[in-house]
Nanobody
Framework: QVQLVESGGGLVQAGGSLRLSCAAS????????MGWFRQAPGKEPEFVAVISWSGDSTYNSNSVKGRFTISTDNAKNTVYLQMNSLKPEDTAVYYC?????????????????WGQGTQVTVSS
C-alpha cells in the first residue's frame, strides 16, 4: 500500500520560511518523479515543483522560482520543499505526489499517488 505523508506546514509571517517533508512508503522511490502541488480555497490545484526520479533535475513554477527548492533524500524515501521569502499568496494546502516515470511532470493527471496535504498559511 502506497502512502505519502506530508508534514511541516504551519503559520508563518510574510518573508519567513518553512520546510515541508513528504515521506513515501510502499513504492520504489527511485522510479518515481516527485512533485508538489498546492490548492488555495476556491481555486484549482496548482503545480509548484517537481524533481526527477534520478534526483538530477528539477523544475519550478514561475510563481515560486527563486524562492522554493525541491530536493530528495533517497535513503529516507523523503522529498522536501524548502520555501523561503514566503508571501501571503503562497497560502494553500500543499500536496506531494508521485508519478511513475522519468520526466518532470507538471499536470495532476500524470500523478499516481497523492498525500493528504498540509496547510501553509502566510500572514501579511
Amino acid at each position: 500500500q502506497v502512502q505519502l505523508v506530508e508534514s511541516g506546514g504551519g503559520l508563518v509571517q510574510a518573508g519567513g520560511s518553512l520546510r515541508l517533508s513528504c515521506a513515501a512508503s510502499g513504492l520504489t522511490f527511485s522510479r518515481y518523479a516527485m512533485g508538489w502541488f498546492r490548492q488555495a480555497p476556491g481555486k484549482e490545484p496548482e503545480f509548484v515543483a517537481v524533481i526527477s526520479w534520478s534526483g538530477d533535475s528539477t523544475y519550478n513554477s514561475n510563481s515560486v522560482k527563486g524562492r522554493f527548492t525541491i530536493s530528495t533524500d533517497n535513503a529516507k524515501n523523503t522529498v522536501y520543499l524548502q520555501m523561503n521569502s514566503l508571501k501571503p499568496e503562497d497560502t494553500a494546502v500543499y500536496y506531494c505526489a508521485a508519478a511513475r516515470g522519468s520526466l518532470l511532470y507538471t499536470r495532476t493527471h500524470h500523478y499516481d499517488y497523492w498525500g493528504q496535504g498540509t496547510q501553509v498559511t502566510v500572514s501579511s
